[in-house]
């Protein structure tokens, strides 16, 4: 069964009498258990794909099944779910520990093991030192853990993530990135979320979908969605004794003692490098510089 | 309808007051200083006509507490907003209706709570209580009005947005203003009076007006306003489905709740 299954979802807005469209017709599947990266530019309707999957929006056109079951006519699909952004806000006069225990009787979490829960998630997201703080007095970084808390509280089977990691320190967002995959390899979690770190998305995602002014131009895994746009990767060698000419003519560029030639995907590097050796160059050092999610996001703009 | 999260709503609101010695002396201060400003001159007032200072101070007591029992769920629900977590509330698969039914619980308990100290207050001025019963008839009927007062000014806010919370604060006094608090109906020019008639206070004014004169509640009026607070529920409640219905297909309710 698919966890996920957005159908010819439109939607569009109205401001001051001016037709807005932030989805087109946009139609995805999304499998149990797979981390699912939405990218796109601002504006490009991910934000809004996210609140017409929790219901915060209602869809214009089309519809939304969660595990099979259209949102409209089963509300307690919601009690499944759990949605949070980098930019979520709790009650200010709250200490983490109430907030979390509210969102436990909320959730139904049952009494007695409440404790267990938070302590388990005071454990694995380090948050024991501010539990008694107020929200208020919270750093950007314990707010998104916390924030990260609440949204796992449920033991959700799916979790949607708006810029989980907007705003952290880098080892905090490492942290954070690391739990985002326990979950879902302890509960098989279907997570689906939403980025503008690339190299997170990269790292995170099985799978992506490109949405460019609410449209969907791309879908795939990272691999394949960045292949499907660069047909070709640079090698960059370092060697000793450059000879312009006969590298030239092997197809290298030569620039001192650095030389770069681009690779087609099926190319063999070793045959490349065997034929260098053997021309008696005497390799220094070797990069293979393969095409980012960056780039790959970069000429989807363009 | 499921109980656990309206029990939860209710833990973290009482919770959060309890945290706020600000608040608790907010929601004290104004009831009670008004009762006592009102029972002074009512002590002062009896040399003229002891009816009349007693109108006034309990007419004041019920006013403050139609005023409380709306305005405590509304400024809960601004709270919501102002705090940005009513996204997380909406977003856990709580019901339009579970959120309105705590805020109006939360209301209750503690306007009920004020509403007894302010009572008290004015048994010390010399105001003889009407029997208990017809008393919590009253009462519930007050808290109805309210309610359903209260109701409209959340799906009106949900509908215009944030920047007419002042109606959580404000939209009563102009009830107040056409429900006769103080005078007859017929103070008013006809077409004011043809909207007290409609207006549930009217008849909890009314009641009290007559109290100390008539000696006991007027069982009628408190039906009247019973019966006028059933209807206006029936029309605000799907309006408020309706508001909360029509703002996911707009986008308003995202905009208001983060």
Not at chain 1, 229 to 242: H, Q, S, W
Not at chain 1, 282 to 296: A, G, N, R, W
Not at chain 2, 219 to 236: G, H, K, P, T
């Amino acid at each position: 069964m698919l966890a996920v299954k957005i159908n010819k979802v439109s939607k569009y807005f109205k401001n001051n009498g001016a037709r807005f469209d932030a989805l087109k017709n946009l139609s995805i599947n999304i499998q149990k258990g797979e981390i699912f990266g939405v990218l796109g530019a601002n504006g490009a309707g991910k934000t809004t794909l996210l609140n017409c999957i929790n219901g915060m929006l209602i869809p214009d056109k089309g519809n939304i099944k969660i595990f099979g079951k259209e949102l409209a006519k089963n509300r307690k699909i919601l009690e499944k779910m759990n949605s949070v952004s980098g930019e979520t806000r709790f009650h200010w006069n709250l200490s983490a520990n109430q907030i979390l225990n509210f969102y436990c009787m909320l959730y139904k979490v049952p009494k007695a093991e409440r404790e267990k829960r938070i302590k388990g998630l005071i454990s694995d997201l380090e948050i024991s030192e501010f539990m008694d703080k107020k929200f208020t007095t919270l750093s950007t970084g314990q707010r998104v853990r916390l924030v990260l808390a609440k949204s796992l509280i449920n033991h959700p089977k799916l979790l949607l993530l708006d810029e989980p990691t907007l705003g952290l320190d880098p080892d905090i967002a490492i942290k954070v990135r690391k739990k985002i995959c326990d979950v879902r390899d302890k509960y098989n979690t279907t997570i689906l979320l939403t980025s503008h770190y690339m190299h997170e998305v990269e790292q995170l995602c099985d799978r992506i979908a490109f949405l460019h002014k609410g449209q969907l131009i791309d879908i795939g895994s990272v691999k394949d969605v960045k292949t499907s746009k660069f047909n070709t990767y640079k090698i960059i060698i370092d060697i000793k004794n450059p000879k312009k000419a006969p590298l030239q003519r092997m197809g290298f560029k030569v620039r001192g003692k650095q030389i770069t030639k681009q690779l087609k995907h099926d190319q063999d590097i070793s045959k490349v490098l065997s034929e260098l050796v053997k021309g008696g160059y005497k390799i220094i050092d070797m990069e293979v510089k393969k095409p980012s999610l960056e780039d790959y996001f970069v000429k989807m703009l363009k | 309808m499921r109980f656990h999260k309206i029990k939860a709503l209710l833990y973290r609101d009482f919770l959060t007051l309890s945290k706020s010695k600000q608040r608790i002396i907010e929601s004290l201060f104004f009831p009670l200083t008004s009762t006592l400003i009102w029972g002074l001159f009512a002590n002062y007032f009896k040399q003229f006509s002891v009816e009349t200072a007693m109108m006034l101070l309990i007419i004041n007591v019920f006013w403050s507490f139609s005023y409380l029992s709306q305005s405590a769920a509304n400024l809960q629900i601004n709270m919501d907003v102002w705090s940005r977590s009513l996204y997380q509330l909406l977003v856990s698969g709580i019901h339009e209706l579970e959120y309105i039914i705590a805020r109006i619980l939360y209301s209750v308990i503690s306007s009920l709570i004020i509403l007894g100290s302010m009572l008290y207050i004015t048994h010390l001025f010399g105001f003889q209580l009407p029997a208990l019963l017809p008393l919590l008839y009253l009462i519930a009927a007050t808290l109805l009005a309210s309610t359903s007062l209260c109701i409209l000014i959340v799906a009106l806010f949900v509908l215009l947005g944030r920047e007419y919370a002042f109606l959580s604060w404000s939209f009563l006094q102009l009830i107040i203003l056409l429900s006769a608090p103080f005078f007859p109906i017929k103070t008013y020019p006809v077409w004011m009076q043809k909207v007290a008639y409609v207006l549930p206070h009217t008849w909890i004014f009314e009641t009290l007006k007559r109290l100390p004169t008539e000696g006991a509640l007027n069982i009628n009026l408190i039906n009247r306003s019973l019966i006028i607070s059933m209807a206006v529920l029936c029309i605000v409640l799907p309006f408020y489905i309706y508001v909360f219905k029509k703002s996911k297909k707009s986008g308003q309710l995202v905009r208001l709740s983060t």
